[in-house]
């Protein structure tokens, strides 16, 4: 297959995001030294509670928020998805977790991850892309903290009564605006922020994992880097909401890059088709509503519930021990 002008211009965007000139397939020999070890946080949760948290949420997400429901852009994330899961490293696996992406049908450039492994990307994301290692980074960013458990690890210093009222915070978090902070009302502390908005130090974590998850998968982990350039740049359109989810954790670009040379992209992926399709069905489709207007919208049709509260008895307040 012959090199297309769009592939010359995504390998300049990735050679100025990074610093690094060409794409070859080995980054880094065995000389430079091993990868970063990352290691999950002390939880006092367990990992079936961070199953059963996220699926509250998720249903919650998914009654107030609309769901994209289309062959070439579910079969393009599904495609990725398989990769990168089989792709987590041993330790790090859980057999309870149930990880799902879905794209959400708004416009601003952000996606999300709850406990247990439902994740969620926005359209707007996915049309911003320069490429499907671009889209793969984001998402091995999101698999990163439902595996690292990051959620959980930040909820574990809130307390009972707090995880009580999480899952109305955590949705109004995600809409953001009049609409949420209505969505969020009752919630004593907006907690949406525990499981939505990571530390520095996490976002790092993420980071890290997910550039090894990629360079097992079969992407390149630069890509990822790439991918935030991308955002920054559009940030007119809705980056600042990512950029508020995952704050920077410092010289974001440059260390995902030095990661990357010490990496061996495993099997890389070449086929680009599915990306090229999901694109061009992105561009048929009507304009995407931006996250406010499309959860007032969906709370106009009935869907929103009148409160959005976790059931403290389905699910039990965290463990006196530290989980790992």
């Known amino acids: 297959m012959g090199v297309s002008r769009g592939s010359n211009m995504n390998r300049r965007r990735l050679a100025r995001a990074t610093g690094v000139v060409g794409l070859g397939v080995l980054l880094s020999g065995g000389a430079l030294g091993g990868q970063t070890v990352v290691t999950p946080s002390d939880n006092r949760y367990t990992p079936a509670q961070d ?7 998720a249903v919650e997400v998914e009654q107030q928020l609309p769901m994209l429901r289309d062959e070439a852009v579910t079969s393009f994330m599904a495609s990725i998805e398989t990769r990168l899961v089989r792709s987590i490293p041993e330790t790090l696996r859980h057999p309870e977790f149930q990880y799902s992406f879905q794209v959400v049908n708004v416009r601003e450039i952000n996606a999300f991850a709850l406990p247990g492994g439902p994740m969620y990307v926005n359209r707007g994301m996915i049309a ?10 984001v998402m091995a960013h999101e698999l990163s903290h439902v595996a690292l458990r990051h959620g959980t690890a930040q909820a574990t210093k809130a307390t009972k009564y707090e995880i009580g009222t999480l899952i109305g915070a955590v949705v109004g978090s995600i809409i953001g605006g009049e609409v949420g902070s209505a969505v969020a009302q009752g919630t004593q502390f907006g907690l949406g922020t525990a499981f939505l908005r990571f530390s ?43 950029l508020s989810d995952h704050p920077d954790p410092g010289d974001r670009s440059a260390s995902i890059t030095r990661e990357a040379k010490l990496l061996t992209v495993r099997n890389p992926v070449r086929d680009v088709r599915a990306f090229t399709k999901a694109q061009a069905r992105l561009r048929q489709m009507a304009t995407a ?21 976790l059931d403290p008895d389905r699910v039990a307040p965290p463990s006196s021990r530290e989980l790992r």
């Open 51 to 57: 199953v059963e948290l996220g699926k509250q949420a």
């Open 200 to 242: 520095r130090e996490f976002e790092r974590e993420a980071d890290l994992l997910g550039s090894h998850i990629m360079a097992a998968a079969g992407y390149d982990p630069r890509e990822m880097a790439s991918m935030f350039t991308t955002i920054q740049e559009q940030a007119g359109s809705g980056g600042p909401q990512w």
């Open 289 to 309: 509503p931006t996250t406010e207007d499309a959860a007032r919208t969906m709370a106009g049709r009935g869907n929103v519930p009148v409160e959005g509260r």
């Open 128 to 137: 911003a892309a320069h490429s499907q290692g671009e889209v793969a980074g």
